[in-house]
C-alpha cells in the first residue's frame, strides 16, 4: 500500500464550479498535509499546508484533514480556467521524508 | 526574491551517455532535495542534503547516480550511464531547514533517453 494515494483523474468541470481534490494516507501518525499545484512543464508550487485535522482557508481554497479516516480534501469554489493544473497532496512520512500522491489532473472549462 | 535555479531545462540523449544536471537553491536555504517525477506520478525524493552532507540518499540508484553539493549551495546529480527508464524530469527543491511544508520546487529538467 502506497503511503499516500490520490485519484488521478483526470478530472473537467465548468468554469465557476466547486471542485474537491482527495487524497488517503495510511499512517495515522501523519500530521503535516500540503497541496501543491503544479502547471505544465513547471514545479510544483506549494498551495496550502495544514496541521493535524481540521479545516484551513485561504480564499477560493480551503483544505480539510479528517484523521479519523486518514483523507484529506481540497475544495476550490468558484474554479477558474486559471485553475487548471494537476494538484498533489503530500506528506511527512515518519523517517521525515516529503512524499506525494499521484497528482490529481484538473481542466476547468471557461 | 529569485527561486530554485535549474539548468538545462530539457536534455535528450542517447542511451549510455552520460548527463548532469545543476541546481542553484533560493539563498539562504541550506536544504536540498533532488526529486525525480515520471510522467503522470507525483515527485519522488532521490536524495536530500543539509548543507553539504546527504543525509537521506536510501533512493538513490547509486550505481549508475552521484550528486555532490560542494560548499553547501549549487547541487548537480550525474547518471552515467542514462538508461530509457531514466526518462523523467528532475526537479530540485530547496528549504531553509528543517521547516516543515516550506519547501519550494525548481521548473525542472525533462530528461529524454533515446
Known amino acids: 500500500q502506497k503511503e499516500v494515494e490520490q485519484d488521478p483523474g483526470p478530472l473537467s468541470v465548468p468554469e465557476g464550479a466547486i471542485v474537491s481534490l482527495n487524497c488517503t494516507y495510511s499512517?495515522?501518525?501523519?500530521?503535516?498535509f500540503m497541496w501543491y499545484r503544479q502547471y505544465s512543464r513547471k514545479g510544483p508550487e506549494l498551495l496550502m499546508y495544514?496541521?493535524?485535522?481540521g479545516n484551513k482557508e485561504d480564499g477560493r481554497f480551503t483544505a480539510q484533514v479528517d484523521k479519523s479516516s486518514k483523507y484529506i480534501s481540497l475544495f476550490i469554489r468558484d474554479s477558474q480556467p486559471s485553475d487548471s493544473a494537476t494538484y498533489l497532496c503530500?506528506?511527512?512520512?515518519?523517517?521525515?521524508?516529503?512524499?506525494f500522491g499521484q497528482g490529481t489532473e484538473l481542466s476547468v472549462k471557461p | 526574491e529569485a527561486g530554485v535555479v535549474q539548468s538545462p531545462r530539457y536534455k535528450i540523449i542517447e542511451k549510455k551517455q552520460p548527463v548532469a544536471f545543476w541546481c542553484n537553491p533560493i539563498?539562504?536555504?541550506?536544504?536540498l532535495y533532488w526529486y525525480r517525477q515520471n510522467l503522470g506520478q507525483g515527485p519522488e525524493l532521490l536524495i536530500r542534503y543539509e548543507n553539504e552532507e546527504a543525509v537521506d540518499d536510501s533512493q538513490l540508484p547509486k550505481d549508475r547516480f552521484s550528486a555532490e553539493r560542494l560548499k553547501g549551495v549549487d547541487s548537480t546529480l550525474k547518471i552515467q550511464p542514462a538508461e530509457l527508464g531514466d526518462s523523467a524530469v528532475y526537479l530540485c527543491?530547496?528549504?531553509?531547514?528543517?521547516?516543515?511544508?516550506?519547501?519550494?520546487f525548481g521548473p525542472g529538467t525533462r530528461l529524454t533517453v533515446l
Open positions: 539563498s539562504g536555504h541550506n536544504t
Open positions: 499512517n495515522s501518525a501523519f500530521q503535516y
Open positions: 503530500a506528506t511527512y512520512n515518519q523517517g521525515g521524508k516529503l512524499i
Open positions: 495544514t496541521y493535524s485535522s
Open positions: 527543491a530547496s528549504s531553509l531547514g528543517n521547516r516543515l511544508g516550506q519547501v519550494f
